[in-house]
């Protein structure tokens, strides 16, 4: 029998604040249904200067992780398009926050939004190697474009955590995927700016070819069509952007299988809509959306496609295991904890990240409630707290 790899546990963590998008709308001179509708999402995850990608990823572990896992995690990989240092990964520090044994590999890996579906697939390798070993990949992220600019209503912050392992509780990874990669210049992060430039109608086309061209080759090659799939899950920057490459697909069709994944794709949207982009997490949180609203049953196939400017796509296929349910951490999902923010009082929060700073710092940690925490940096090391 052949050996099934793929995802056994996720998890999700997000700031402890939000903005309503109704609220910026208003502050920005937009009509609200402009970003309800037109760009489809509802409130966005706001950042205290206390979070960053490390205490986010973090947290997103720390909810999935037992004993068991803990033993058998050979590989630590954070995927990050905002990461806090470029030398030094980011996994070394969540390794430790997490109290993983030293004997691991931690490493960072980056192409914008889509470095999650590499680590996934690196993490198969891994797995293939040697069954025995559990690869836990985390793709955390602040999409942070800027005050007054036309990606602010798209920001979003947040960490997806997933463990990777041969006989997955949830999603074993079919082979035949299709990877696509092109230089582009959609969206890019030079390395003296915090904030992400972008050409944002150029990315959004660029995004339906290449997930046209992705799936119509993995369909070709793999002798599948759409009826084979129960879901397509796409990465997700605001939501309506898997809404057009669903559409650009299906175009008029209106059959019943159509519909299904029409309306998987309205599940698949639901939480991200309420949190914003997460970049690399993106497609993994659609993911659990998907898995917790949909209609999906165990046995059937999940496409996904993995977008990151620059660019570079993924489509590939995973089918869904009996105890899926058991894997998805949804209480990580619960946002009921969150406090609303004004608007005043989230562009304070966004100007008093730490980014290039290069100063000693201490924050006020009395604001934010969460378990791992940035308390500051000191002669240019960020300091990390852990609370019980
Ligand atoms: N009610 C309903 N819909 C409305 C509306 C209203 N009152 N006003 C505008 N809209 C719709 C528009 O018709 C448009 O819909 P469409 O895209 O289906 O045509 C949508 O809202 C956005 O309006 P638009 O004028 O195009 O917005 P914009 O110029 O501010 O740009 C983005 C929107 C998404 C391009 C911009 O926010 C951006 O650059 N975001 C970052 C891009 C990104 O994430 N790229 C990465 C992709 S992987």
């Given amino acids: 029998m052949i050996m099934q790899i793929g995802i056994d546990k ?13 609220d910026l709308a208003q502050a920005r001179g937009e009509d609200p249904n402009k970003y309800l509708i037109g760009i489809g999402q509802n409130k966005q995850a706001v950042v205290p200067p206390t979070q960053d990608i490390v205490t986010l990823a973090a947290e997103a572990a720390s909810r999935l992780l ?20 470029n030398s030094k990964a980011a996994a070394i520090y969540v390794k430790q926050l997490l109290g993983l044994d030293d004997f691991v590999r931690t490493i960072e890996v980056k192409e ?8 996934i697939q690196f993490a198969r390798g891994l797995v ?3 069954p025995q070993q559990k690869v836990l990949v985390i793709a955390a992220d602040i999409a942070r474009y800027g005050l007054h600019t036309g990606g602010e209503v798209t920001q979003g912050a947040g960490a997806v955590a997933m463990l990777i392992s041969a006989d997955p509780q949830m999603l074993a990874i079919e082979s035949g995927s299709v990877a696509l990669s092109q230089d582009v210049m959609d969206f890019w992060r030079p390395i003296y700016a915090t904030e992400a430039m972008v050409d944002g109608k150029y990315s959004t086309n660029v995004y339906i070819d290449f997930f046209q061209r992705t799936f ?12 084979d799939f129960a879901a397509l899950a796409f990465h997700l920057p605001f939501t309506k ?9 299906l175009g008029d069709q209106e059959d019943a299988i159509s519909q299904r994944l029409r309306d998987n794709l309205v599940a698949e949207q639901a939480i991200p809509r309420e949190v914003g982009n997460l970049y690399t997490g993106s497609l993994y949180l659609g993911l659990m959306s998907l898995l917790v609203n949909g209609d999906v049953q165990p046995g059937e196939r999940i496409g996904l496609f993995s977008y990151g400017s620059g660019a570079e796509g993924e489509f590939y296929s995973g089918i869904l295991q009996p105890n899926y349910q058991d894997g998805l951490k949804a209480a990580s999902l619960a946002l009921d904890h969150r406090q609303q923010v004004t608007v005043s009082e989230y562009e304070a929060l966004f100007n008093q990240q730490l980014g ?15 378990r791992f925490v940035l308390s500051g940096q000191r002669d240019h090391q960020r300091q990390y707290l852990t609370r019980s």
């Fill in 10 to 22: 996720m998890a999700f963590a997000t700031t402890p604040y939000y903005l309503d998008l109704v």
């Fill in 66 to 85: 037992d004993d068991h896992d803990r033993k058998d995690i050979s590989t630590v990989i954070v995927a990050t398009e905002s990461g806090i240092d």
């Fill in 112 to 119: 914008a939004c889509y470095s999650g579906t590499a680590a």
């Fill in 128 to 130: 293939a190697l040697d």
């Fill in 216 to 227: 119509d080759r993995y369909c070709q090659r793999q002798n599948k069509q759409l009826s």
């Fill in 241 to 249: 952007m898997g809404k057009k490459a669903l559409e650009a697909e």
């Fill in 356 to 370: 290039m700073k290069a100063e000693d710092v201490n924050f006020d940690l009395s604001q934010d409630p969460s």
